[in-house]
Protein backbone atom coordinates (compact mmCIF):
# COMPACT_ATOMS: atom_id res chain seq x y z
CA UNK A 1 0.00 0.00 0.00
CA UNK A 2 1.36 3.59 -0.89
CA UNK A 3 0.90 5.57 1.94
CA UNK A 4 0.24 9.32 1.93
CA UNK A 5 -0.10 12.83 4.13
CA UNK A 6 -3.41 13.33 4.64
CA UNK A 7 -3.79 16.75 2.45
CA UNK A 8 -2.79 14.92 -0.19
CA UNK A 9 -6.02 12.36 0.26
CA UNK A 10 -8.49 15.26 0.38
CA UNK A 11 -6.96 16.22 -2.43
CA UNK A 12 -7.51 13.43 -4.48
CA UNK A 13 -10.52 12.88 -3.36
CA UNK A 14 -12.03 16.69 -4.55
CA UNK A 15 -10.73 15.69 -7.68
CA UNK A 16 -12.51 12.51 -7.89
CA UNK A 17 -15.43 13.94 -6.93
CA UNK A 18 -15.04 16.45 -9.50
CA UNK A 19 -14.67 13.84 -12.34
CA UNK A 20 -17.79 12.03 -10.84
CA UNK A 21 -19.85 14.99 -10.99
CA UNK A 22 -18.41 16.09 -13.97
CA UNK A 23 -19.16 13.13 -15.63
CA UNK A 24 -23.08 13.27 -14.09
CA UNK A 25 -23.45 16.52 -15.82
CA UNK A 26 -22.25 16.15 -19.06
CA UNK A 27 -24.40 13.03 -19.26
CA UNK A 28 -27.41 14.78 -17.88
CA UNK A 29 -26.82 17.52 -20.86
CA UNK A 30 -27.03 15.14 -23.07
CA UNK A 31 -30.56 13.85 -22.20
CA UNK A 32 -31.82 16.94 -21.60
CA UNK A 33 -33.01 17.57 -24.51
CA UNK A 34 -35.31 14.11 -24.75
CA UNK A 35 -36.43 14.41 -21.06
CA UNK A 36 -39.82 14.03 -22.27
CA UNK A 37 -39.23 11.08 -24.11
CA UNK A 38 -37.44 9.38 -21.41
CA UNK A 39 -40.30 9.96 -18.91
CA UNK A 40 -42.40 8.49 -21.25
CA UNK A 41 -40.79 5.42 -21.97
CA UNK A 42 -40.94 4.71 -18.17
CA UNK A 43 -44.34 5.35 -18.12
CA UNK A 44 -44.86 2.89 -20.98
CA UNK A 45 -46.13 -0.13 -19.24
CA UNK A 46 -48.44 1.73 -17.03
CA UNK A 47 -49.84 3.57 -20.62
CA UNK A 48 -50.25 0.26 -22.22
CA UNK A 49 -52.44 -0.94 -18.88
CA UNK A 50 -54.95 2.07 -19.25
CA UNK A 51 -57.93 1.68 -21.10
CA UNK A 52 -58.12 3.02 -23.99
CA UNK A 53 -58.47 6.98 -23.90
CA UNK A 54 -56.65 6.70 -20.63
CA UNK A 55 -54.14 9.04 -19.57
CA UNK A 56 -52.00 10.23 -16.69
CA UNK A 57 -52.40 13.44 -15.31
CA UNK A 58 -50.29 16.13 -13.91
CA UNK A 59 -51.85 17.46 -10.02
CA UNK A 60 -48.78 20.29 -9.59
CA UNK A 61 -48.19 23.47 -11.81
CA UNK A 62 -44.64 23.00 -12.06
CA UNK A 63 -44.90 19.15 -12.48
CA UNK A 64 -44.54 18.73 -16.08
CA UNK A 65 -40.96 20.30 -16.42
CA UNK A 66 -39.65 18.81 -13.13
CA UNK A 67 -40.77 15.34 -12.93
CA UNK A 68 -38.92 14.53 -15.96
CA UNK A 69 -35.89 16.90 -15.15
CA UNK A 70 -35.54 14.73 -12.42
CA UNK A 71 -36.31 11.41 -13.91
CA UNK A 72 -32.84 12.44 -16.20
CA UNK A 73 -30.90 13.15 -13.80
CA UNK A 74 -31.86 9.53 -12.50
CA UNK A 75 -30.72 8.25 -15.84
CA UNK A 76 -27.96 10.03 -16.03
CA UNK A 77 -26.37 9.15 -13.11
CA UNK A 78 -26.63 5.34 -13.90
CA UNK A 79 -25.70 6.11 -17.09
CA UNK A 80 -22.19 7.15 -15.38
CA UNK A 81 -22.48 5.13 -12.85
CA UNK A 82 -19.47 2.76 -13.89
CA UNK A 83 -17.50 6.05 -14.73
CA UNK A 84 -18.58 6.92 -11.25
CA UNK A 85 -17.30 3.77 -9.49
CA UNK A 86 -14.01 3.99 -11.91
CA UNK A 87 -13.15 7.61 -9.77
CA UNK A 88 -14.23 5.68 -6.30
CA UNK A 89 -11.85 2.64 -7.38
CA UNK A 90 -8.96 4.76 -8.03
CA UNK A 91 -9.18 6.53 -4.84
CA UNK A 92 -9.59 3.27 -2.96
CA UNK A 93 -7.53 0.90 -4.88
CA UNK A 94 -3.77 2.58 -3.79
CA UNK A 95 -4.69 1.63 -0.08
CA UNK A 96 -5.83 -2.05 -0.72
CA UNK A 97 -3.92 -5.11 -0.70
CA UNK A 98 -3.29 -7.43 -3.64
CA UNK A 99 -5.69 -10.25 -2.27
CA UNK A 100 -8.53 -7.36 -1.14
CA UNK A 101 -8.68 -6.80 -4.60
CA UNK A 102 -9.06 -9.34 -6.35
CA UNK A 103 -12.04 -9.80 -3.96
CA UNK A 104 -13.29 -5.79 -4.30
CA UNK A 105 -13.32 -5.65 -8.11
CA UNK A 106 -15.64 -8.76 -8.59
CA UNK A 107 -18.02 -8.00 -6.22
CA UNK A 108 -18.81 -4.30 -7.05
CA UNK A 109 -19.33 -4.93 -10.62
CA UNK A 110 -21.97 -7.96 -9.90
CA UNK A 111 -23.09 -5.85 -7.11
CA UNK A 112 -23.70 -3.02 -10.38
CA UNK A 113 -24.90 -5.77 -12.56
CA UNK A 114 -27.11 -7.59 -10.20
CA UNK A 115 -28.98 -4.35 -9.17
CA UNK A 116 -29.29 -3.00 -13.03
CA UNK A 117 -30.68 -6.83 -13.51
CA UNK A 118 -33.51 -6.42 -10.75
CA UNK A 119 -34.38 -3.00 -12.30
CA UNK A 120 -34.93 -4.56 -15.79
CA UNK A 121 -37.11 -7.22 -14.11
CA UNK A 122 -39.16 -5.08 -11.99
CA UNK A 123 -39.70 -2.64 -15.53
CA UNK A 124 -40.31 -5.81 -18.11
CA UNK A 125 -42.15 -8.14 -16.39
CA UNK A 126 -43.42 -7.02 -13.13
CA UNK A 127 -44.62 -3.78 -14.21
CA UNK A 128 -46.92 -4.75 -16.84
CA UNK A 129 -48.05 -7.53 -15.01
CA UNK A 130 -48.76 -5.48 -12.17
CA UNK A 131 -50.69 -2.73 -14.21
CA UNK A 132 -53.26 -4.58 -15.86
CA UNK A 133 -53.99 -6.34 -12.87
CA UNK A 134 -54.68 -3.23 -11.32
CA UNK A 135 -56.26 -1.63 -14.61
CA UNK A 136 -58.19 -4.74 -14.39
CA UNK A 137 -60.04 -4.94 -11.04
CA UNK A 138 -60.67 -0.70 -11.17
CA UNK A 139 -64.45 -0.52 -9.79
CA UNK A 140 -66.73 0.70 -12.89
CA UNK A 141 -67.40 4.09 -12.88
CA UNK A 142 -63.77 4.88 -11.78
CA UNK A 143 -60.99 6.08 -14.15
CA UNK A 144 -57.50 5.39 -13.22
CA UNK A 145 -55.57 8.61 -14.14
CA UNK A 146 -52.28 8.49 -12.18
CA UNK A 147 -50.22 11.63 -11.14
CA UNK A 148 -46.93 11.47 -13.11
CA UNK A 149 -45.23 12.38 -9.86
CA UNK A 150 -46.54 10.00 -7.81
CA UNK A 151 -45.71 7.30 -10.45
CA UNK A 152 -42.35 8.33 -10.44
CA UNK A 153 -41.97 7.81 -7.09
CA UNK A 154 -43.76 4.48 -6.75
CA UNK A 155 -41.97 3.53 -9.58
CA UNK A 156 -38.33 4.58 -7.91
CA UNK A 157 -39.73 3.02 -5.17
CA UNK A 158 -40.18 -0.66 -6.88
CA UNK A 159 -36.66 -0.49 -8.28
CA UNK A 160 -34.72 -0.20 -5.31
CA UNK A 161 -36.88 -3.10 -4.01
CA UNK A 162 -36.17 -5.37 -6.75
CA UNK A 163 -32.66 -3.81 -7.25
CA UNK A 164 -31.89 -4.44 -3.58
CA UNK A 165 -33.21 -7.97 -3.61
CA UNK A 166 -31.06 -9.04 -6.63
CA UNK A 167 -28.50 -8.15 -4.65
CA UNK A 168 -28.63 -11.06 -2.69
CA UNK A 169 -25.96 -13.54 -3.98
CA UNK A 170 -23.35 -11.08 -3.64
CA UNK A 171 -24.72 -10.49 0.39
CA UNK A 172 -24.51 -14.64 1.34
CA UNK A 173 -20.68 -14.21 -0.98
CA UNK A 174 -19.30 -11.39 1.73
CA UNK A 175 -21.26 -13.05 4.99
CA UNK A 176 -19.71 -16.43 4.17
CA UNK A 177 -16.16 -14.54 3.18
CA UNK A 178 -15.75 -12.78 6.55
CA UNK A 179 -16.98 -15.72 8.60
CA UNK A 180 -20.15 -14.76 9.91
CA UNK A 181 -21.98 -17.61 8.42
CA UNK A 182 -21.26 -20.58 6.58
CA UNK A 183 -22.77 -22.79 4.04
CA UNK A 184 -24.05 -25.25 6.42
CA UNK A 185 -25.95 -22.85 7.87
CA UNK A 186 -26.95 -21.03 5.21
CA UNK A 187 -28.87 -24.27 4.06
CA UNK A 188 -30.57 -25.19 7.69
CA UNK A 189 -31.96 -21.48 7.25
CA UNK A 190 -33.39 -22.11 3.61
CA UNK A 191 -37.00 -22.89 4.96
CA UNK A 192 -36.60 -19.34 6.73
CA UNK A 193 -35.21 -17.46 4.06
CA UNK A 194 -38.23 -18.55 1.89
CA UNK A 195 -40.58 -17.14 4.44
CA UNK A 196 -38.73 -14.33 5.05
CA UNK A 197 -38.68 -13.64 1.50
CA UNK A 198 -42.64 -13.47 0.88
CA UNK A 199 -42.04 -11.56 3.66
CA UNK A 200 -40.24 -9.07 2.51
CA UNK A 201 -42.20 -8.97 -0.59
CA UNK A 202 -45.33 -8.19 1.36
CA UNK A 203 -44.02 -4.78 2.79
CA UNK A 204 -42.39 -3.71 -0.31
CA UNK A 205 -44.44 -4.14 -2.92
CA UNK A 206 -48.06 -3.86 -3.77
CA UNK A 207 -50.72 -5.02 -1.75
CA UNK A 208 -51.06 -7.68 -4.64
CA UNK A 209 -50.34 -11.17 -4.76
CA UNK A 210 -49.27 -11.35 -8.12
CA UNK A 211 -45.69 -8.62 -7.15
CA UNK A 212 -45.74 -10.55 -3.47
CA UNK A 213 -44.69 -13.48 -5.77
CA UNK A 214 -42.93 -12.06 -8.31
CA UNK A 215 -40.22 -10.96 -6.08
CA UNK A 216 -40.28 -13.21 -3.35
CA UNK A 217 -39.53 -16.49 -5.93
CA UNK A 218 -36.57 -14.37 -6.80
CA UNK A 219 -35.26 -13.59 -3.75
CA UNK A 220 -35.39 -17.04 -2.52
CA UNK A 221 -33.76 -17.93 -6.14
CA UNK A 222 -31.19 -15.97 -5.34
CA UNK A 223 -30.14 -16.71 -1.92
CA UNK A 224 -30.02 -20.15 -3.66
CA UNK A 225 -27.29 -18.83 -6.36
CA UNK A 226 -25.78 -17.10 -3.61
CA UNK A 227 -25.21 -20.24 -1.62
CA UNK A 228 -24.58 -22.43 -5.01
CA UNK A 229 -21.31 -19.69 -5.36
CA UNK A 230 -20.35 -19.25 -1.63
CA UNK A 231 -20.10 -23.17 -1.61
CA UNK A 232 -17.62 -23.36 -4.85
CA UNK A 233 -15.70 -20.48 -3.20
CA UNK A 234 -15.20 -22.55 -0.01
CA UNK A 235 -13.83 -25.46 -1.41
CA UNK A 236 -11.84 -23.97 -3.78
CA UNK A 237 -10.38 -22.25 -0.62
CA UNK A 238 -9.90 -25.77 1.21
CA UNK A 239 -8.21 -27.43 -2.18
CA UNK A 240 -5.93 -24.25 -1.82
CA UNK A 241 -5.39 -24.59 2.02
CA UNK A 242 -4.71 -28.54 1.96
CA UNK A 243 -2.17 -27.99 -1.30
CA UNK A 244 -0.59 -25.25 0.78
CA UNK A 245 -0.39 -27.36 3.62
CA UNK A 246 1.12 -30.21 1.50
CA UNK A 247 3.69 -28.86 0.39
Known amino acids: MNEQPLLAHLIELRTRLVRALLGIAVVFLGLFHWSSD ?12 LPHGGSMIAT ?19 ISLPHTLYQIWAFVAPGLYAHEKKLVLPLVASSLVLFLTGMAFAYFLVFPVVFHFMSAVTPAGVSMMTDIDKYLSF ?38 VIVGAFVVAAIVTPPDVLSQTMLAVPLWLLFEVGVLV ?7 ARRAAEAESAQ
Open 38 to 49: IYHLLAKPLLDA
Open 60 to 78: EVTSTFFVPMKLTMLAAFL
Open 230 to 236: ASAMERK
Open 155 to 192: VLGMFMAFGTTFEVPVIVVVLTRMGVVTVAKLREARPY
